[in-house]
C-alpha cells in the first residue's frame, strides 16, 4: 500500500517536473546543456515523446493512487517510455562527449540526475506494474 502510493506520487511528480523542464527549455534555456544547433535540434524532437511519458505517468500514478485497474498497464507504459527515452538521451550524451562537460556545465548534472532517474524510475514502474498486470 505505502510503496504503491510512493509511486503514485512519485510519477505524478515526475509528469510534473517533466513539464516544468520543457518549460524551461522553451522560455530561459537554463535547461540546455549546449545551444549548438546539433544540440538543440535533438532535444527539440523530444517534447512530443516526453508529453506522452509524461501523460502515462500521471494517469499511472492516478490510478495507483486511487488503486484502480487500469493503473498497471499505464504503469507498464510509463515504465517503457520512461526506460526508451532515458535510453535514447543516454546514447546521444555518451557519442557526443556530453558527460564530461559535467565538471563545468550545471545543465549537464541536472542531466545526468535526469537520465539516472527516468531510467530507475522506468524499472521501478515497470517492476510494481508487472505482477498487478498479471492479476488483472
Same mark, same amino acid.
Given at each position: 500500500?505505502?510503496?504503491?502510493?510512493?509511486?503514485?506520487?512519485?510519477?505524478?511528480?515526475?509528469?510534473?517536473?517533466?513539464?516544468?523542464?520543457?518549460?524551461?527549455?522553451?522560455?530561459? *534555456?537554463?535547461?540546455?546543456? /549546449?545551444?549548438?544547433?546539433?544540440?538543440? &535540434?535533438?532535444?527539440?524532437? $523530444?517534447? #512530443?515523446?516526453? !508529453?506522452?511519458?509524461?501523460?502515462?505517468?500521471?494517469?499511472?500514478?492516478?490510478?495507483?493512487?486511487?488503486?484502480?485497474?487500469?493503473?498497471?498497464?499505464? *504503469?507498464?507504459?510509463?515504465? /517503457?517510455?520512461?526506460?526508451?527515452?532515458? &535510453?535514447?538521451?543516454?546514447? $546521444?550524451? #555518451?557519442?557526443? !562527449?556530453?558527460?564530461?562537460?559535467?565538471?563545468?556545465?550545471?545543465?549537464?548534472?541536472?542531466?545526468?540526475?535526469?537520465?539516472?532517474?527516468?531510467?530507475?524510475?522506468?524499472?521501478?514502474?515497470?517492476?510494481?506494474?508487472?505482477?498487478?498486470?498479471?492479476?488483472?
Amino acid at each position: 500500500m505505502i510503496a504503491r502510493r510512493a509511486l503514485g506520487v512519485t510519477l505524478i511528480v515526475g509528469a510534473i517536473v517533466t513539464a516544468l523542464y520543457w518549460w524551461s527549455y522553451f522560455t530561459g *534555456g537554463d535547461v540546455m546543456a /549546449s545551444h549548438e544547433h546539433w544540440y538543440t &535540434a535533438f532535444e527539440s524532437s $523530444f517534447p #512530443v515523446a516526453d !508529453g506522452w511519458m509524461a501523460l502515462c505517468m500521471a494517469a499511472a500514478g492516478a490510478g495507483l493512487l486511487t488503486n484502480r485497474p487500469w493503473a498497471s498497464p499505464l *504503469g507498464l507504459m510509463a515504465g /517503457s517510455a520512461l526506460i526508451y527515452l532515458a &535510453a535514447m538521451d543516454i546514447a $546521444f550524451n #555518451v557519442e557526443n !562527449g556530453l558527460y564530461a562537460q559535467a565538471a563545468t556545465n550545471d545543465a549537464m548534472k541536472a542531466e545526468i540526475v535526469i537520465n539516472v532517474t527516468s531510467a530507475l524510475l522506468g524499472i521501478w514502474t515497470i517492476i510494481a506494474s508487472w505482477p498487478r498486470q498479471r492479476a488483472l
